[in-house]
């Protein structure tokens, strides 16, 4: 009798630290997905925000065409990307493309001052923002899940819950490859 | 080196946050066990009274906290057409930490400070006064918005009832006792059977000093959750810089949020009671130059992964 209790009580602790870490994998996993469609949402905000830039500046320097070029390819290309890989890609294409166009528009004071840049150029910094947020939160969580996967004692649920290490999202900027200032 | 980075900041500030709560748990028993010696068994129906008193008190403000303090601050809702650069700079914020949105308000001063309330994170209300709003460039102003929602990330209201109804019960009980002392109830039916003079003595002392060890211990957990709430936010916006130099104009700054009601004082993101009149052991935040230099120990660790 008593050695049956004592078997229950195993399996009933087995089972739940069974769930414990089947649910903290599940539940990081989970927050990856959603980091993932927060950039997307970011993402798509800035691209909406693309026609309208152009056109305005277009207004003020309309023989840049070079420029603006690059911007609108780099925006149509980002459409049909969906692995982390291609949508880091197009976005650090993007994210290139506009630094050049509002390079080209500090040449002209006229294009500066006008009421309707100002207002793009807050929505844009406003949304530039929010985009290296969301990649910023998403590879925090890659971070947690990824360390999750791959330490004891969590790494042997994994294969339980059909979770996996997952990519970060890399964005190919020669900005941020500078080396880091040094102070002594 | 792991002492710098904002991680190794966070994880010391929660560790040491854990240490004064289990001291305040252990004061409380330390209270009550000199209770027991002093005036015997029969003190021990005043405990859950004291405790019942103070959870009352407490909860109930703690429930209510975001439009208690609304109130209490005079601060008004803002609306995202209000104010849209403003609401930029904090979805920026509310998306590198992963929250809800919360309720941003406003409050009538011209002197920079800000707050964060509500009972958890879907409950949450962000405020700033006028004076810091004018005086804050982009940078800056996340700095102080990250400093906020990290208070609501961390659930610093939670922390606070936390203290606040542990530091009460202690007061009461040490009141209650201390009356009942002068009235000379409750020893007189244990004086054979307790008559050790060194512990009545000692459990007198504590009696007395517990109210005092439990504001102390109160305004240091405060301390700890700012420093945290500091550390937190440059993991938040991985830009120490911002801050530190939202705190130096806070610093600069000598003009001081009108309402002095001390009752709301650990809530801003610096101490509107004036520091000098307040020791530092009762400070509800750590001094204003510390945290600046912390800051500045993590910018010089370079950008940060």
């Known amino acids: 009798m008593s050695k049956l209790l004592i078997a229950l009580a195993v399996i009933a602790v087995l089972i739940l630290i069974l769930v414990t870490f089947y649910n903290r994998l599940i539940r990081l996993n989970v927050a990856v997905d959603e980091a993932f469609a927060q950039i997307e949402v970011q993402l798509k905000r800035r691209s909406d925000l693309i026609p309208n830039l152009v056109e305005t500046v277009k207004g003020y320097a309309a023989h840049e065409s070079a420029t603006f070029e690059k911007v609108i390819s780099a925006r149509a290309k980002a459409t049909t990307a969906t692995t982390v890989a291609d949508v880091a890609k197009a976005d650090g294409a993007i994210t290139q493309a506009l630094r050049g166009l509002l390079a080209v528009a500090e040449a002209y004071p006229d294009l500066k001052a006008s009421s309707n840049f100002l207002l793009l150029q807050e929505e844009l910094s406003t949304t530039e923002n929010k985009v290296s947020f969301a990649r910023q939160f998403y590879n925090d969580n890659v971070r947690s899940l990824n360390t999750a996967v791959k330490t004891i004692p969590t790494s042997f649920f994994a294969p339980i819950a059909k979770v996996s290490a997952r990519e970060f999202y890399e964005v190919e900027d020669p900005q941020s490859r500078q080396a880091p200032n040094v102070k002594f | ?305």
């Open chain 2, 1 to 305: 080196m792991d002492q710098v980075s904002f991680r190794g900041m966070e994880s010391a500030n929660r560790r040491k946050t854990y240490l004064l709560l289990a001291g305040m748990g252990a004061l409380v028993w330390v209270v009550v066990f000199s209770a027991l010696t002093y005036f015997g068994q029969s003190t021990v129906g005043i405990v859950p009274i004291a405790v019942g008193i103070a959870l009352i008190s407490v909860w109930g403000s703690y429930y209510a906290s975001d439009s208690i303090v609304l109130k209490m601050t005079g601060a008004r809702l803002l609306q995202e057409s209000d104010n849209p650069k403003l609401f930029n700079v904090i979805q920026e914020v509310v998306i590198a930490s992963g929250l809800p949105m919360p309720k941003v308000a406003v409050v009538q001063d011209t002197a920079p400070n800000a707050f964060a309330t509500g009972r958890n994170p879907e409950h949450a209300v962000i405020a700033f006064t006028t004076g810091l709003l004018d005086a804050m460039d982009r940078d800056q102003l996340q700095g102080v918005i990250a400093h906020e929602m990290s208070h609501v990330g961390n659930r610093d209201t939670l922390v606070s009832a936390v203290a606040a109804t542990t530091a009460g019960a202690i007061a009461l009980l040490s009141d209650m006792l201390t009356r009942m002392m002068w009235f000379g109830g409750g020893r007189r039916n244990n004086r054979d059977s307790n008559g050790n003079p060194i512990a009545l003595v000692l459990s007198l002392v504590v009696l007395i000093l517990a109210p005092l060890a439990a504001v102390l211990l109160k305004s240091a957990i405060s301390r700890r959750r700012e420093a945290l709430a500091d550390a937190t936010a440059v993991s938040f916006t991985r830009n120490p810089a911002g801050l530190r130099s939202a705190l130096e104009v806070l610093a600069a700054d000598s003009t001081v949020v009108h309402q002095r009601s001390t009752a709301v004082a650990h809530i801003w993101i610096e101490s509107p009671l004036d520091a000098r009149s307040v020791s530092k052991l009762f400070a509800t935040h750590p001094p204003i130059e510390e945290r600046i230099a912390a800051l500045k120990a993590m910018e010089n660790l370079g950008p940060s992964k």
